[in-house]
């Protein structure tokens, strides 16, 4: 089967034909072979994360990674005396307010332009007004604009204030250095899907051991339960509490494995980033702007503001998805930008190819 495009998008994106080979074979879930599997994952994304196995554990959870956010939130803020602080700048942090939301959770958002990172300082004067806070929750990649906000400065306003700590690190984690025992966070989620390059089907949750034991009657929903799913796992090693996406996890195993190939996170961030370099000069050199400050500037994700008013995004669409690449539309909601994703198996020379195409396009002048 080929493919008839290139996902240059923020995942599901492009994974390799090994990945996607290795969901051929089917498995049952409670036999040894799966099991194995999945104790090996768990055990391969703390090393990932740089998250010492005696401190953290990786709890895997059924769903997108929406589901291990809302798990997350749902099972470590308690159900009273809890008061949750989310630092926005973007679609994903407005959706965990949203989850406060749903869940009754006392929460306080402090909210930042969205082409702006999250500035620490704001941050500890909402703290200091806000004494009453006992969470807090951020994204990492913010993968509305592309973003990297600095979470090693946010920690330890936390710590110092024994505030439980969640991190989004959905479209970072295995594609941005990420160090889980440096940052001391409380729980960090991300999913199968973005930089470790696996399909979609599950998110997984590194939380911090003595945080999650105190959790347990906490959550709202039963199958959100992120503690029972721990002690599920922890009771009967690489058993899920429910059927589990097999296919999915061994393509998860595979797309570990050819991380580890590449020469771990280190060498994929250089790919990434040259991927994001090379977009970036390239797109400016064709005339584009850039949303955000370079400074801030991730490289997962980056998003160009329309050239001019009379900028077709569809047409410009359809026109790049005909020669072989699916971008993103925008989503930053008072300027008008699509996206283009730099993340998956990608090279600078498919990122060349896209400029060419993108070339091409300006010179039928549409
Ligand atoms: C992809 C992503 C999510 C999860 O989205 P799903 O559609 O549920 O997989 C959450 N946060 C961020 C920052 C993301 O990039």
């Not at 509305?144 to 090693?152: D, K």
């Not at 710590?159 to 990420?178: C, F, H, N, Q, Y």
């Not at 801030?296 to 359809?318: A, H, L, M, R, W």
Request: net charge negative; with cysteine; glycine share 6%.
């Amino acid at each position: 089967m080929k493919q008839p495009y290139l996902l240059l998008t923020p995942g599901p994106l492009s994974t390799t034909p090994t990945v996607k080979e290795a969901m051929q074979i089917d498995y049952c879930t409670w036999d040894d072979d799966y099991r194995n599997i999945t104790e090996t994952i768990r055990q391969q994304i703390l090393t990932l994360a740089q998250a010492n196995p005696q401190t953290y554990t990786t709890v895997l959870l059924q769903g997108s990674g929406s589901y291990g956010v809302e798990a997350t939130i749902g099972t470590a803020v308690p159900r009273s005396g809890a008061v949750l602080m989310i630092a926005i700048n973007g679609a994903y942090g407005h959706r965990m307010s949203d989850i406060a939301e749903y869940y009754g959770i006392q929460h306080v958002d402090v909210v930042f332009d969205e082409s702006e990172a999250v500035d620490p300082l704001q941050i500890e004067a909402v703290l200091t007004a806000h004494p009453e806070v006992t969470h807090f929750a951020t994204v990492h990649s913010e993968t509305t604009t592309g973003i990297l906000n600095p979470i090693e400065q946010l920690m330890p306003l936390m710590k110092a204030r024994g505030i439980v700590t969640i991190i989004d690190a959905m479209s970072s984690l295995g594609g941005v250095p990420i160090d889980v025992d440096q940052l001391d966070c409380d729980y960090l989620v991300s999913s199968a899907n973005k930089c470790v390059q696996g399909v979609p089907g599950f998110a997984f949750i590194i939380a911090k051991q003595t945080t999650l034991s105190q959790t347990a009657n906490n959550a709202r929903s039963l199958c959100l339960d992120l503690y029972d799913q721990w002690q599920a796992m922890s009771k009967q090693p690489g058993k899920w509490r429910f059927t589990s996406p097999t296919h999915v996890v061994h393509a998860f195993a595979q797309a570990l494995n050819e991380l580890e190939t590449e020469g771990g996170v280190t060498p994929r961030y250089r790919r990434y980033q040259a991927n994001q370099t090379c977009l970036s000069n390239g797109m400016q050199a064709l005339g584009f702007e850039l949303v955000i400050d370079s400074a801030v500037q991730g490289p997962i994700i980056t998003s160009f503001k329309y050239p001019n008013e009379q900028f077709d995004f569809n047409d410009f669409y359809q026109f790049i998805k005909e020669r072989g690449f699916v971008i993103y539309p925008g989503k930053v909601s008072d300027i008008p930008s699509f996206r283009i994703g730099t993340i998956g198996d990608v090279t600078t020379s498919d990122i060349q190819r896209l400029l060419a195409v993108i070339s091409d396009y300006q010179k039928l002048n549409r």
